[in-house]
């Protein structure tokens, strides 16, 4: 119960994370540099964005140490309760017989 619901806190953390680091401008002079039009969402914008990318790697690094934990305490595998087949016998090996002389292969 408590992994699922760890789960999806990390799913909805990591969607809002990749959103609001695709809303900020690029630092390296790429395309939204170009031209003198202010940020869309002005200078409070930026601050903001920058709280929310802090705010949700935080969340997202903690939600993946829990999961770790969790999945660490359970200590199962993936192949519990898997039946693996028994390996079947071979086949026993006949010797091979030598290829009988006819009388063209006279030397």
Do not use: N, W, Y
């Amino acid at each position: 119960m408590l992994h699922s619901v760890i789960l999806v806190i990390h799913i909805i953390v990591c969607l809002v994370l990749i959103a609001v680091i695709l809303l900020q401008a690029g630092r390296g002079g790429g395309v939204a540099d170009v031209g003198s039009a202010p940020s869309m969402l002005g200078t409070q914008g930026t601050t903001l964005l920058t709280r929310a990318t802090t705010a949700c790697a935080v969340i997202f690094m903690l939600t993946s140490i829990g999961l770790a934990v969790i999945s660490a305490q359970k200590g199962k595998s993936l192949m519990t309760g898997v039946r693996v087949p028994a390996p079947m016998a071979a086949p026993a090996e006949t010797p091979a017989a030598a290829p009988a002389q006819t009388p063209a292969q006279k030397p």
